[in-house]
């Protein structure tokens, strides 16, 4: 069997029980519970960015050995609502990739508006290919698909299924749509009780 990508082993949160899991080059799973459960909890502290306690490793190599910012090139989080620090969307760039873009059904010319004058919709997408110029390794996505209709779905899937084929990347996605993890994901886990299990 293959070596896992990311192994997380006994990361622990707040007042939350133990979380271990393994993810694999090429695989997506999906992460369910309640609203409230914990889910987004369990992503930031996978990105560093909130406090934890455990192990979680990227090909061997622990979290502790990586700076923050070159852990989280490798482990991007992509929340359901992105930050933007700068005016025009343009600027949180360093290179604009058209046919990303265009696979996510956006357009250069688009990228030199305002944030504030995109949608919620256009900016979930820029904000995925946005982390998409540091090629990670791992993917921490939640519900990166809530805003987007049936058709950006669509694309936002395709565009998901062809990164990992190419890069043998992995992703850990929360979804409050079944339908979605059933067609996406090879294994799901679920929070719950302040703890994770394997459905």
């Known amino acids: 069997m293959d ?18 899991l393994e993810l694999y080059p090429g695989e997506i799973v999906g992460l369910e519970g309640a609203s409230g459960a914990g889910k987004s909890l369990f992503l930031r502290s996978l990105a560093d960015l909130d406090p934890h306690r ?7 190599r622990g ?12 482990v991007a989080y992509l929340p359901a609502e992105s930050s933007w620090w700068l005016d025009l969307v343009a600027e949180h760039f360093t290179d604009l990739d058209p046919a990303t873009l265009e696979a ?10 305002p944030v504030t004058a995109l949608s919620t919709g256009e900016r979930q997408r820029f904000a995925f290919a946005r982390i998409l110029q540091n090629q990670p390794q791992v993917f921490l996505l939640d519900e990166p698909t809530a805003a987007l209709d049936p058709d950006n779905v669509k694309r936002f899937e395709g565009l998901l299924a062809e990164l990992l084929a190419q890069s043998g990347a992995a992703v850990l996605m929360t979804s409050h749509d079944a339908s979605q993890l059933d067609r996406l994901a090879k294994r799901r886990y679920k929070v719950a009780h302040k703890s994770l299990s394997l459905r």
């Open 63 to 74: 979290m502790e050995s990586f700076a923050p910012w070159a852990w989280r090139k490798k």
């Open 3 to 20: 070596k896992p990508l990311l192994a997380v082993v006994g990361l622990q949160f707040l007042d939350y029980q133990p979380f271990s």
């Open 104 to 113: 996510l059904g956006l357009t250069p010319g688009l990228a030199k508006s």
């Open 54 to 60: 455990g192990q979680v490793f990227l090909e061997d």
